[in-house]
């Protein structure tokens, strides 16, 4: 393993493992070396929170230790920051999230949040229990490129058709890609309801993010 790849690796642990100042002191000695911002937000920081997100899916951790990875995050984010304003590839879009209606659980959108804040996105975050006009109403005065919904209640999924018919009642279909998850929700209703895309976890919302922006057509 090169001395790049033993870096990287080692800024992923540290986010994994909950360590603040570690993550921070090794984003700013990864730049000194002259690695790339970019990677290494990607390759070291990031990669470290998807590890965190999929220890807190298993059961392994569980919210204080996912706020703590976050935390780890944040000071990696800081030091890489006015960096990353000077790569092109860093404007990327503009995303509004959300826990759709009559659900309160925040927790798989907050890391969903905080991964795309960390991959160069504007975020707005409208929190729980958000009325489905209210989603529409945001993504049109935030100019976004990209609705995201959640929920973890089977009660609240119908939470979701509401967004995307409000947005074919108001002609603004077109306008934003809709993308949806949580626990209860799968690729066969985001195709019923007409969602551009379903993520099974915050890493594949990224993933599905850059994707749907790189694209012109809609992702089914």
Do not use: W
């Not at 489905?132 to 109403?137: R, S």
């Amino acid at each position: 393993m090169s001395e790049r790849q033993e870096l990287l690796a080692s800024l992923s642990d540290a986010v994994v493992n909950m360590e603040e100042e570690a993550t921070g002191e090794l984003s700013r000695k990864a730049l000194e070396l002259g690695l790339d911002a970019s990677e290494i937000l990607f390759e070291g920081v990031l990669k470290g929170m998807a590890l965190a997100s999929e220890r807190y899916e298993s059961g392994e951790y569980f919210v204080p230790e996912l706020l703590l990875c976050s935390d780890a995050l944040y000071a990696g984010l800081e030091v890489l920051r006015p960096h990353l304003r000077k790569d092109a590839s860093t404007s990327r879009g503009r995303v509004v999230i959300g826990v759709v209606q009559g659900d309160t659980h925040d927790i798989g959108k907050n890391i969903v949040r905080i991964m795309l804040e960390g991959a160069g996105f504007d975020v707005k975050d409208l929190g729980c229990n958000v009325p489905h006009t209210a989603f529409v109403d945001a993504a049109v005065e935030y100019r976004a490129d990209i609705i995201g919904l959640s929920t973890l209640m089977t009660t609240s999924m119908d939470g979701m058709a509401r967004v995307i018919d409000n947005l074919v009642e108001r002609s603004l279909r077109d306008r934003f890609k809709v993308i949806i998850g949580g626990a209860p929700i799968s690729l066969a209703y985001a195709r019923k309801i007409g969602a551009d895309g379903y993520a099974r976890n915050a890493p594949g919302a990224i993933d599905l993010v850059k994707s749907l922006l790189a694209s012109p057509v809609a992702a089914g």
